[in-house]
């Protein structure tokens, strides 16, 4: 059985660092047939993805990609996201993702989502 989990902090300040990890159980995250993605929702609005990582390379949504990093630890089977000088407008619940590799709109397996606010 896949399961993915979000964890990190609830609450951030105004140009901070946000940092969050997924842990997943159930698929390696190393394997080629899939890559991990980040999504997040504003609230009242819909999903945005963000970016995601495979084995052998990142990809970030263009208006992020200044402000986004991701990276893994094979070792504890976990992706994480790092979203640099945050806003207000950077509060969401944030989701990670396995997708099919090579499948568009394939994402499978979702993490039951973490909210995070952005505020003083």
């Known amino acids: 059985q896949v399961q993915l989990q979000e964890s990190g902090p609830g609450l951030v300040k105004p140009s901070q660092t946000l940092s969050l990890t997924c842990t997943v159980s159930?698929?390696?995250?190393?394997?080629?047939?899939?890559?991990w993605n980040w999504i997040r929702q504003p609230p009242g609005k819909g999903l945005d993805w963000m970016g995601d990582?495979?084995?052998?390379?990142?990809y970030y949504m263009p208006a992020l990609k200044s402000r986004t990093y991701i990276s893994w630890d094979a070792s504890k089977n976990q992706f994480s996201l790092w979203l640099t000088t945050v806003t207000p407008e950077d509060t969401a619940v944030y989701y990670c993702?396995?997708?099919?590799?090579?499948?568009?709109?394939?994402?499978?397996?979702w993490g039951k989502g973490t909210l995070v606010i952005v505020s003083s």
């Open positions: 993702a396995r997708e099919v590799a090579g499948v568009d709109h394939s994402m499978d397996y």
């Open positions: 159930g698929s390696s995250i190393t394997s080629d047939s899939y890559t």
């Open positions: 990582i495979t084995y052998d390379r990142t």
